[in-house]
């Protein structure tokens, strides 16, 4: 093997555990912000104002637990996630972190969340 084959294999080995690093961060940054806003929805709770998580930008982050709450109580088990002001880059990746159970939907800016089970 000539040393430049060996360098292109370092270079593709280096790649991967970079690849592998990044998605572990991201997996860990998702998980804090799980927990971020169930601490949020705690404090709210002790403070006497239930269902109200932390305000960032438009919308409102709301934990799994509390957006399952909101859509069992929403007709047809679905939501107007601009209507309900909920953060929408926060409802995607719910919805992609937990595909068996809640599904998006709508058209253009008027995104809709569904839960399924």
Avoid: C, Y
Wanted: aromatic share 2%; glycine share 6%.
């Amino acid at each position: 093997m000539s040393s430049f084959d060996r360098l292109q294999q370092l270079q593709a080995e280096v790649a991967k555990v970079q690849q592998a690093a990044v998605h572990e961060l991201m997996d860990r940054r998702h998980a804090i912000t799980r927990e971020l806003a169930a601490v949020d929805s705690e404090i709210a709770k002790l403070k006497g104002k239930p269902g109200q998580g932390k305000k960032t930008g438009p919308g409102q982050i709301v934990s799994l637990l509390e957006l399952k709450e909101m859509l069992a109580a929403a007709p047809d088990r679905t939501l107007s996630i601009r209507k309900e002001n909920l953060e929408v880059s926060n409802i995607k990746k719910l919805a992609k972190l937990h595909p068996i159970m809640l599904r998006l939907g709508g058209k253009g800016a008027w995104p809709t969340v569904t839960l399924l089970k």
